[in-house]
């Protein structure tokens, strides 16, 4: 697709059986102005091959440690569309997704879609058996009904599922490649998306399912990074 409204990027770091349904779910979508990027952090699980294989827009790069910003950033270069719609290898996006994010599109604004949290991989993709599947609402459920009240609207993104002003996104640099270990970068870009001028909104119409996994903490060097941030922003919003 040459001129795609939505670019929809996928990182992944060997997860094939999740890529595969995810995958199967955006040919599942009843929104079809989109094109498929999937940005590959370094798969050694037969992730390359098959990809190559099925003659997808794949961008590998070497596994040197976790380098998801970059990974992501890979895509922002390469995508077609207006807008670039985020999402992780272990959000399987419900069949209306896309079309979700293509009735709610502002150039000028980021848009915060959900997860809620499944237990495994789906042997099949019935939405709904997977709706009756999901064993927790996403926990930022509450925080974004009340979006526009929080002090921090930007701690609520989630690059799982995040759809972005492709324009504004390059113009701020993407992601923030100083992050290389897990957690909080998506707070991170979506502030500076905020610092360039973005609103954001929720929608929780845009939904997919999250494949449930442990938890990782969040290394002190990243929580450094958004908080020199966030006192930038505080401090032009005190002027």
């Not at 399987?92 to 499944?118: C, E, F, K, M, Q």
């Not at 610092?195 to 903490?217: F, N, P, Q, S």
Request: charged content about 25%; some cysteine; glycine content about 8%.
């Amino acid at each position: 697709m040459d001129n795609p409204l939505i670019s929809v990027n996928i990182a992944t770091y060997n997860q094939l059986p999740i890529l595969k349904k995810i995958i199967d779910a955006l040919g599942d979508q009843e929104f079809k102005d989109f094109e498929i990027i999937i940005t590959d952090d370094g798969s050694s699980d037969g992730t390359k091959e098959w990809a190559t294989e099925q003659g997808f827009n794949y961008h590998w790069q070497e596994d040197k440690g976790f380098r998801l910003a970059k990974s992501k950033n890979m895509g922002i270069a390469v995508a077609k569309g207006k807008y670039f719609l985020s999402l992780e290898a272990d959000v399987i996006p419900n069949y209306r997704l896309v079309g979700a994010y293509a009735n709610n599109l502002s150039p000028n604004t980021v848009i915060l879609g959900v997860r809620h949290d499944i237990e495994g991989v789906p042997t099949g993709l019935d939405y709904q058996a997977l709706d009756k599947s999901i064993v927790a609402m996403d926990w930022r459920m509450d925080r974004l009904r009340r979006l526009g009240q929080l002090e921090r609207p930007w701690r609520c993104c989630s690059g799982c599922n995040a759809l972005f002003p492709l324009d504004k996104l390059r113009e701020v640099g993407g992601w923030n490649e100083a992050f290389t270990h897990y957690g909080i970068d998506d707070y991170e870009v979506c502030l500076r998306m905020m610092l360039a001028g973005c609103d954001v909104m929720a929608l929780t119409a845009a939904y997919g399912y999250h494949i449930k996994h442990d938890l990782r903490e969040t290394v002190d060097g990243n929580v450094k990074i958004l908080e020199d941030l966030e006192a930038v922003y505080e401090s032009r919003n005190r002027i």
